[in-house]
């Protein structure tokens, strides 16, 4: 039975790159991984790209074929695969199928999006496509909107605050604070958050990830093959995908997510482990009610006390189960197409003990959590670190 | 070794539905799919689906929850793939890998695009973003400007005649008269051509394949599966994709496409098969230049014979290699991302003898070829019926 582990990855600094290009974010991560990974380029035998909105945000599709240009990589099969803000975990997962169909025994796998060179306008445009374009953009209904219902309704029914919600970004933003590829490197305060502008009632401007130029790349090889060709791999022991309706409106509930328990539950079973096995996680908070509802949904807390536990510190770097020490979506920034490949690196620095002032205590195994518009995808993947033979 | 196979099939009408809307498409193909293969929809457990340009077409992303949600079948894993105008083709080399992992035994692998709700400016914009929007179409080169480019080369280099580019478009007419999906189900002359208006010298209006909305689907199966299952699968025997550069102007060559040479190559080897062993083939003739250079490049004329053989007749339904029996991009239409799948749908109706009237005549092995943008992506694939227990 084959298996599929990481053996190098490469990340820009998360941020506005207005000296940067699509492409040059691309190929910066690109060369990165190439020589985390300590291979040739020419051994990498196909590439997967996480990408959600290049056409609306810079005209260009078929990003597939561009990486590979950009990669220096051509003729080598390249692929993009959409999947709004899942596009990065759902590459990761084609990457990780196409290793263990056999055709490949080495894929890079990138995800990229360049957002900062429109209006603030134009990209919430083009990330409302995320959502159901006929039932809740086309009426105004822009993603923090969406998020801002699922929030009020876990206020109504468990009675979490908005200074809970607060904790979470109060949370990421300290742990960003030692992410030097972090788009905010800079600590702030619930005072912070609760003082500033509603977005949509109740999440605020500090409630929210913001809009992020960046490239991501993972270096992918079958496991045995990976043992021979690097020191310390990170083996992907589960990847699992879930689908719900597009739209809020088909959800039985707007306080879960389906899609993240059905692929969190299936991951748990294929790695053999419970969420209590889990010794850290990078979690899609986009909104800082999304970080509260991930941790309950995968299975971390009971459901409705997801905001009591990032307010007693139980998610922080040092509290029972650190959730998002790389910052988070919410203070790492948040490049849409990059976001879930960027939540696998930083795993993968974890898992090898290279995470510096971040670094997670005793980290065996960890966990990462993408999400696709408003739950409509979720991609759970599950790591742990091995020994490699170099 | 897995191996897997087409079990059932379904297609819109290809044209303009001005009547249905990017979902009722999808939905349509889908019914149709999975009647066509006599299963329940629950036992699908994964889609893979091709689209282009949606977010700019309609303002829509996120295909492959959308396609889960329109199909009824959430919450099972569901990602859109995107490789220009070969989204189609890569979405099912992505089914077939996913199955040959061992994570699914039956996907359904969809195409849809919805071209006509926008002005045939927007929609050229769109699809420019099949090519490198930086060097090329924010210079103002759409696409029959890059073709006509390869066109004049190919005219240059063999003599090839606008009347020979003009015979592609009249046998590919003639052949989709015999097929009730096409957009354009008329015969045409080789007068109609030369005098229809240049779009870009030397491509006429009636050299270019049409603006359309459509959709596809198959259903992919493990092939010792889909022979219990049915009574007359459809094994694909080789998948292959290449890339090649995103511009015209990183390319070696304007009169060959090396990306379909490598797929073909590739595709060929492992077939086990040569170029003279397939007895029809559907070929990517977006404009009939296009047709000219794939039926070289894939190896079934020598180069610079291609447009003397579609003279000759050697490429229609009764010639020595029957190309697009289905009446091609050209006649039956384009709607981007569901056009590599009909392809494969085509293949899978001559193959089990269900073409009706533009039946090719003892058809056992088939081809399709479908490209992305200007030839930056290409994918090959090689189908053969197999009979089934059913």
Redesign the interface.
Known sequence: MRSVSIIGCGLTKFGEHWEM?F?ELIAEAGVKAIESANIEGKTIQAIYGGC?????L?????????I??QFG????????????CASGG?AL??GI??V????YDIVAVGGVEKMTEVSTEHAS??L???????TE??HGATFPSLYALMARRHMEEFGTTEEQMAACAVKNHKNACNNPNAQFQRAITIEDVMNSGYVASPLKLLDCSPITDGAATLILCETEKAKKLCENPVEIIAS???????ALT?RKSLTEM??TK?AAKEAFEKAKLQAKDIDFAEVHDCFTIAEILATEDIGFFKKGEGGKAVEKGKTSLDGEIPINPSGGLKAKGHPVGATGVAQAIETFLQLRGEAEKRQVKDAKIGLTHNV??SG??AVVHIYKAIGGKR
Chains 1, 2 share one sequence.
């Open positions: 290009s492409r959600m909105a290049s056409g609306r810079i005209g260009q599709e078929h990003i597939g074929a561009l590979a240009d990589l051509n003729p080598i099969p390249a692929t993009r695969v959409e999947a709004a759902v997962r084609s199928l196409a263990l169909s056999g055709a445009f083009a409302g496509g995320a959502g159901d374009q006929e953009l086309f699992t995908q879930a689908s719900d309706s597009l088909g389906a899609a059905i696709g518009g409509a995808t």
